[in-house]
């Protein structure tokens, strides 16, 4: 089964007994004055994003990002032991990087300890080097200090002779969840990267970098811009990506002088419908796929 991360409670009864298991250990290894993981009163406050890895929802993992001026700090970074092996440390980086870099943050930094090598090892894989001491952190043997510069999460136009292979790749991805669940499947089992870049040039094709994190395809049609091919990459799910997306489309129907932006999704795919509720869209219409008697899609629009 997939992990999932999303953003949650230290509160909620998975998250504090991993915290508090977590906390258990680090006591094992360093003494009371060398260990500087926060309690769960201190993540519950405002400037503290705090996640958790899901399997089969069970919590296997904790990870929170401090938002402090001028950087984020990485803490409570932990997988129970028993669900280790199965990439839920890495997806829950990856959300506190992307996190960041949304944020404008320039560089994440970390505490931890030298005895913490299986973490020394994931840090290092994904970015981070070591660094001095920040905030009011003591230059002490039993702490590494770490860091990672962020790139700026930035929307970008892709022209058609770029590599589409990674864009394809996020779209097989973040698809990959409506396989047997909507009827008829998908358009985008046909699709392949020549067909991407063929809408690079005939429409424009956008894509949120680093990654890429996101991306869509808008076409003009008629008094519309109708925005396809909306996927998110999924560890970055929640952190505002399909909003921010969605905004981009707005402005580009408002400088093309259209009334709207439209779109689709299933008549299976509930929670799509709320999502796009939420962001401003109204249902307009709803359409059956050809051979079929019954609706199979149904028709969003939102004025700009």
């Not at 870099?101 to 840090?123: D, I, M, Q, S």
Request: glycine share 8%.
């Amino acid at each position: 089964m997939a992990v999932s991360v999303r953003p949650d409670s230290p509160r909620d009864p998975g998250a504090t007994a991993l915290l508090q298991a977590s906390h258990a250990y680090l006591q094992s290894l360093y003494d009371p004055e060398d260990n500087h993981f926060l309690s769960i009163d201190a993540l519950c406050a405002p400037d503290i994003l705090f996640f958790t890895a899901r399997q089969d929802g069970r919590v296997i993992g904790t990870a929170a990002l401090a938002l402090r001026a001028g950087y984020g700090e990485v803490k409570s970074m932990f997988v129970d032991p028993a669900a280790r092996g199965q990439g839920a440390a890495g997806v829950l980086l990856a959300r506190l990087i992307g996190e960041g870099a949304l944020r404008g943050l320039p560089v994440l930094k970390l505490e931890t300890g030298p005895l913490n090598t299986e973490a020394l090892a994931l840090y290092a894989r994904h970015g981070f080097s070591v660094c001095g001491p920040f905030a009011d952190y003591a230059d002490v043997p039993a702490s590494v200090f770490m860091e990672r510069p962020l790139d700026p999460v930035t929307l970008r136009r892709m022209a058609p002779d770029e590599e589409m292979a990674p864009v394809h790749t996020l779209l097989t991805d973040a698809f990959g969840y409506m396989e047997g669940v909507i009827d008829p499947p998908s358009s985008l089992t046909r699709m392949t990267p020549a067909d991407l870049a063929s809408d690079a040039a005939q429409n424009e094709l956008w894509v949120l970098e680093p990654g890429p994190a996101a991306c869509m395809i808008l076409t003009v049609k008629g008094d519309t811009l109708y925005l396809g091919k909306l996927a998110v990459d999924g560890r970055l799910r929640g952190a505002g990506l399909a909003r921010r997306m969605i905004g981009h489309a707005v402005a580009r129907a408002r400088a093309l002088g259209l009334a709207h932006v439209t779109l689709q999704t299933r008549v299976e795919l509930t929670g799509n419908q709320a999502t796009f509720q939420r962001l401003g869209f109204r249902e307009v219409e709803r359409t059956a796929h050809p051979g079929y008697d019954r609706p199979t899609s149904i028709t969003y629009r939102r004025a700009v």
